[in-house]
Protein backbone atom coordinates (compact mmCIF):
# COMPACT_ATOMS: atom_id res chain seq x y z
CA UNK A 1 0.00 0.00 0.00
CA UNK A 2 1.47 3.64 -0.75
CA UNK A 3 1.80 5.64 2.15
CA UNK A 4 0.51 9.37 2.41
CA UNK A 5 4.06 10.95 1.98
CA UNK A 6 4.58 8.77 -1.07
CA UNK A 7 0.59 10.38 -2.09
CA UNK A 8 1.34 13.88 -1.45
CA UNK A 9 4.95 13.53 -3.37
CA UNK A 10 2.98 11.90 -6.70
CA UNK A 11 0.37 14.71 -6.51
CA UNK A 12 2.98 17.04 -6.10
CA UNK A 13 4.77 15.63 -9.03
CA UNK A 14 2.29 16.82 -11.46
CA UNK A 15 2.70 19.26 -14.22
CA UNK A 16 0.32 22.41 -13.74
CA UNK A 17 -1.00 21.77 -16.61
CA UNK A 18 -2.05 18.62 -15.49
CA UNK A 19 -3.47 20.01 -12.50
CA UNK A 20 -5.63 23.11 -14.68
CA UNK A 21 -6.94 20.65 -17.02
CA UNK A 22 -8.64 18.34 -13.89
CA UNK A 23 -9.84 21.49 -12.24
CA UNK A 24 -11.51 22.40 -15.65
CA UNK A 25 -12.64 19.09 -16.04
CA UNK A 26 -14.17 18.64 -12.38
CA UNK A 27 -15.59 22.38 -12.27
CA UNK A 28 -17.15 21.39 -15.82
CA UNK A 29 -18.74 18.44 -14.51
CA UNK A 30 -19.85 20.11 -11.42
CA UNK A 31 -21.89 23.00 -13.34
CA UNK A 32 -23.73 20.38 -15.37
CA UNK A 33 -24.66 18.49 -12.10
CA UNK A 34 -25.94 21.96 -10.52
CA UNK A 35 -27.77 22.20 -13.46
CA UNK A 36 -31.06 21.41 -12.56
CA UNK A 37 -30.17 23.33 -8.69
CA UNK A 38 -29.39 26.61 -9.89
CA UNK A 39 -31.33 27.61 -12.95
CA UNK A 40 -30.73 31.26 -12.62
CA UNK A 41 -28.99 34.34 -13.93
CA UNK A 42 -24.97 34.53 -13.89
CA UNK A 43 -24.09 37.70 -12.20
CA UNK A 44 -22.00 40.17 -13.26
CA UNK A 45 -17.67 39.96 -13.08
CA UNK A 46 -18.77 41.32 -9.52
CA UNK A 47 -21.30 39.99 -8.62
CA UNK A 48 -23.05 42.75 -7.75
CA UNK A 49 -26.51 42.20 -10.23
CA UNK A 50 -27.48 39.65 -12.61
CA UNK A 51 -25.61 40.27 -16.56
CA UNK A 52 -29.60 40.07 -17.50
CA UNK A 53 -30.74 42.23 -15.54
CA UNK A 54 -33.22 39.94 -14.30
CA UNK A 55 -35.72 41.16 -11.74
CA UNK A 56 -37.76 37.74 -11.45
CA UNK A 57 -34.87 35.65 -10.06
CA UNK A 58 -34.65 35.06 -6.79
CA UNK A 59 -30.89 34.34 -6.99
CA UNK A 60 -28.03 35.12 -9.39
CA UNK A 61 -24.67 32.71 -9.46
CA UNK A 62 -21.10 33.92 -9.95
CA UNK A 63 -19.25 30.58 -10.95
CA UNK A 64 -15.19 30.68 -10.83
CA UNK A 65 -13.26 32.37 -13.26
CA UNK A 66 -9.64 30.42 -14.73
CA UNK A 67 -6.85 30.45 -12.34
CA UNK A 68 -9.96 31.15 -9.12
CA UNK A 69 -10.09 29.43 -6.10
CA UNK A 70 -13.32 26.34 -7.26
CA UNK A 71 -16.13 28.19 -5.39
CA UNK A 72 -19.93 28.96 -6.55
CA UNK A 73 -20.93 31.90 -4.84
CA UNK A 74 -25.17 32.05 -5.13
CA UNK A 75 -26.65 35.41 -4.15
CA UNK A 76 -29.75 36.69 -3.42
CA UNK A 77 -30.43 39.21 -6.60
CA UNK A 78 -31.21 42.74 -5.03
CA UNK A 79 -33.33 43.49 -8.12
CA UNK A 80 -35.72 41.44 -7.13
CA UNK A 81 -39.11 42.96 -5.18
CA UNK A 82 -39.23 40.00 -2.53
CA UNK A 83 -35.61 40.32 -2.02
CA UNK A 84 -35.22 43.75 -1.61
CA UNK A 85 -38.96 43.11 0.87
CA UNK A 86 -36.96 40.67 3.24
CA UNK A 87 -33.60 42.87 3.03
CA UNK A 88 -35.58 46.19 4.28
CA UNK A 89 -37.81 43.67 7.59
CA UNK A 90 -33.93 42.66 8.55
CA UNK A 91 -32.61 46.11 8.50
CA UNK A 92 -35.52 47.23 10.67
CA UNK A 93 -34.80 44.38 12.96
CA UNK A 94 -30.93 45.30 13.29
CA UNK A 95 -31.79 49.23 13.54
CA UNK A 96 -34.04 47.85 16.68
CA UNK A 97 -30.98 46.03 18.47
CA UNK A 98 -28.41 48.38 17.80
CA UNK A 99 -30.83 51.76 18.96
CA UNK A 100 -31.21 48.81 22.38
CA UNK A 101 -27.26 48.69 22.44
CA UNK A 102 -27.14 52.34 22.51
CA UNK A 103 -29.19 52.75 25.29
CA UNK A 104 -27.14 50.47 27.45
CA UNK A 105 -24.14 52.29 26.30
CA UNK A 106 -25.49 55.75 27.04
CA UNK A 107 -26.83 53.89 30.35
CA UNK A 108 -23.22 52.49 31.60
CA UNK A 109 -21.92 55.81 30.76
CA UNK A 110 -24.38 58.08 33.23
CA UNK A 111 -23.68 55.23 35.80
CA UNK A 112 -20.03 55.88 35.08
CA UNK A 113 -19.69 59.11 35.32
CA UNK A 114 -21.65 59.67 38.33
CA UNK A 115 -19.49 56.47 40.05
CA UNK A 116 -16.58 58.78 38.83
CA UNK A 117 -18.14 61.64 40.96
CA UNK A 118 -18.50 59.67 43.94
CA UNK A 119 -15.82 57.73 44.30
CA UNK A 120 -13.11 59.24 41.72
CA UNK A 121 -12.66 55.94 39.91
CA UNK A 122 -13.14 55.63 36.30
CA UNK A 123 -14.71 53.18 35.13
CA UNK A 124 -14.44 51.12 31.37
CA UNK A 125 -17.71 51.67 29.48
CA UNK A 126 -19.18 49.44 26.70
CA UNK A 127 -19.38 51.20 22.99
CA UNK A 128 -21.58 49.93 20.07
CA UNK A 129 -19.98 47.40 18.20
CA UNK A 130 -21.03 45.62 14.86
CA UNK A 131 -22.00 42.55 17.09
CA UNK A 132 -24.90 44.95 18.55
CA UNK A 133 -26.46 44.05 15.15
CA UNK A 134 -27.77 40.88 17.17
CA UNK A 135 -28.43 37.71 15.26
CA UNK A 136 -30.52 39.46 13.11
CA UNK A 137 -27.92 40.16 11.30
CA UNK A 138 -26.21 37.07 11.08
CA UNK A 139 -28.99 35.24 9.97
CA UNK A 140 -29.44 38.18 7.15
CA UNK A 141 -25.99 37.23 5.99
CA UNK A 142 -26.70 33.61 6.09
CA UNK A 143 -30.08 33.72 4.25
CA UNK A 144 -28.78 36.08 1.42
CA UNK A 145 -26.38 33.70 0.13
CA UNK A 146 -24.99 29.94 -0.75
CA UNK A 147 -21.05 29.39 -0.99
CA UNK A 148 -19.93 25.52 -2.65
CA UNK A 149 -16.44 24.41 -2.31
CA UNK A 150 -15.22 22.02 -4.44
CA UNK A 151 -12.14 20.40 -3.29
CA UNK A 152 -10.31 17.20 -4.90
CA UNK A 153 -7.69 14.74 -4.38
CA UNK A 154 -6.60 16.70 -1.54
CA UNK A 155 -4.72 13.99 1.42
CA UNK A 156 -7.49 15.28 3.87
CA UNK A 157 -10.03 17.47 4.41
CA UNK A 158 -10.75 19.46 7.16
CA UNK A 159 -13.75 21.73 8.59
CA UNK A 160 -14.87 23.53 10.88
CA UNK A 161 -18.33 23.60 11.29
CA UNK A 162 -20.35 26.52 13.98
CA UNK A 163 -23.08 26.39 15.87
CA UNK A 164 -24.95 24.19 18.65
CA UNK A 165 -25.88 21.12 16.92
CA UNK A 166 -23.67 18.28 15.78
CA UNK A 167 -22.80 17.78 11.80
CA UNK A 168 -24.62 14.31 11.33
CA UNK A 169 -25.39 11.86 8.14
CA UNK A 170 -27.91 13.28 5.84
CA UNK A 171 -30.02 9.84 5.76
CA UNK A 172 -31.52 10.63 2.28
CA UNK A 173 -28.01 10.87 0.95
CA UNK A 174 -27.85 6.76 -0.32
CA UNK A 175 -25.21 7.02 -3.07
CA UNK A 176 -22.82 4.19 -3.35
CA UNK A 177 -19.39 6.17 -2.14
CA UNK A 178 -20.85 9.05 -1.06
CA UNK A 179 -21.24 10.64 2.56
CA UNK A 180 -22.97 13.71 3.10
CA UNK A 181 -23.22 15.25 6.69
CA UNK A 182 -25.86 17.87 7.40
CA UNK A 183 -26.10 20.71 9.88
CA UNK A 184 -29.56 22.78 9.88
CA UNK A 185 -29.52 26.58 10.19
CA UNK A 186 -30.32 26.86 14.24
CA UNK A 187 -29.88 29.61 17.14
CA UNK A 188 -27.63 29.23 19.44
CA UNK A 189 -26.07 30.97 22.68
CA UNK A 190 -22.24 31.33 22.23
CA UNK A 191 -19.60 32.58 24.54
CA UNK A 192 -20.69 34.79 27.24
CA UNK A 193 -24.40 33.96 26.26
CA UNK A 194 -24.33 35.85 23.40
CA UNK A 195 -27.20 35.04 20.66
CA UNK A 196 -25.65 33.71 17.68
CA UNK A 197 -26.76 31.95 14.31
CA UNK A 198 -25.24 29.12 12.33
CA UNK A 199 -26.24 28.85 8.58
CA UNK A 200 -27.44 25.79 7.38
CA UNK A 201 -24.62 23.10 5.87
CA UNK A 202 -23.94 20.19 3.85
CA UNK A 203 -20.55 18.44 3.23
CA UNK A 204 -20.52 15.56 0.63
CA UNK A 205 -17.98 13.50 0.17
CA UNK A 206 -17.58 11.11 -3.00
CA UNK A 207 -14.79 8.41 -3.98
CA UNK A 208 -11.80 7.57 -1.97
CA UNK A 209 -12.41 9.30 0.85
CA UNK A 210 -12.43 7.73 4.73
CA UNK A 211 -15.32 8.13 7.11
CA UNK A 212 -15.62 11.31 7.99
CA UNK A 213 -14.63 12.21 11.93
CA UNK A 214 -16.66 14.73 14.20
CA UNK A 215 -15.29 16.35 17.27
CA UNK A 216 -16.11 18.85 19.31
CA UNK A 217 -13.61 22.19 19.89
CA UNK A 218 -13.89 25.14 21.95
CA UNK A 219 -16.04 28.02 21.13
CA UNK A 220 -19.10 26.02 19.46
CA UNK A 221 -17.10 24.84 16.35
CA UNK A 222 -17.15 20.77 15.12
CA UNK A 223 -14.46 19.96 13.39
CA UNK A 224 -15.19 17.62 10.33
CA UNK A 225 -12.08 15.58 8.81
CA UNK A 226 -11.75 12.77 6.18
CA UNK A 227 -8.59 10.95 5.32
CA UNK A 228 -7.75 10.26 1.20
CA UNK A 229 -7.61 6.54 0.86
CA UNK A 230 -4.09 6.49 -0.36
CA UNK A 231 -3.88 5.19 -4.52
CA UNK A 232 -1.45 5.28 -7.14
CA UNK A 233 -3.77 6.66 -9.74
CA UNK A 234 -3.08 10.58 -11.27
CA UNK A 235 -7.01 10.80 -12.36
CA UNK A 236 -9.61 12.29 -10.14
CA UNK A 237 -10.26 9.99 -7.20
CA UNK A 238 -11.79 11.92 -4.13
CA UNK A 239 -14.22 14.89 -4.85
CA UNK A 240 -16.13 16.80 -1.75
CA UNK A 241 -18.61 19.81 -1.98
CA UNK A 242 -19.23 22.02 0.91
CA UNK A 243 -22.78 23.88 0.22
CA UNK A 244 -23.39 26.53 2.80
CA UNK A 245 -25.86 29.18 3.86
CA UNK A 246 -29.94 29.64 2.95
CA UNK A 247 -31.02 26.49 4.36
CA UNK A 248 -34.06 26.33 1.91
CA UNK A 249 -31.40 26.57 -1.14
CA UNK A 250 -29.15 24.20 0.35
CA UNK A 251 -31.70 21.63 1.13
CA UNK A 252 -33.01 22.23 -2.35
CA UNK A 253 -29.65 21.94 -4.48
CA UNK A 254 -28.89 18.41 -2.12
CA UNK A 255 -32.19 17.43 -3.64
CA UNK A 256 -31.66 17.91 -7.30
CA UNK A 257 -28.08 18.07 -7.73
CA UNK A 258 -26.99 15.08 -9.92
CA UNK A 259 -24.82 13.05 -7.77
CA UNK A 260 -24.68 10.51 -10.08
CA UNK A 261 -23.18 12.14 -12.69
CA UNK A 262 -20.38 13.13 -10.37
CA UNK A 263 -19.99 9.79 -8.91
CA UNK A 264 -19.40 8.42 -12.85
CA UNK A 265 -16.64 11.27 -12.99
CA UNK A 266 -15.07 9.62 -10.01
CA UNK A 267 -14.62 5.75 -11.66
Known amino acids: MIRAAALVGLLASWPASTQEALSTRVMTAVREALAAALPYPEADAKGAVPVNDSTEALWMVRYPAAGEKLTIEVSANPLNEVVQLRATRAMAQIDLNIQAAQRRATMQYENAVAE ?46 PGAQEPTRLPAFTYPNGVALMVPAHPYRGDGGAERFAESQRLVFMGRIGEPRVSK ?26 IRGNNELVTEIVAKTDWARLLELLK
Open 116 to 161: AKRTGRSQDVDGVTLSDEGIAGERIDAESHVTIDVLFNERDYRFGV
Open 217 to 242: QPDDVWNVTAAAIPQTTTGLHGLVLR
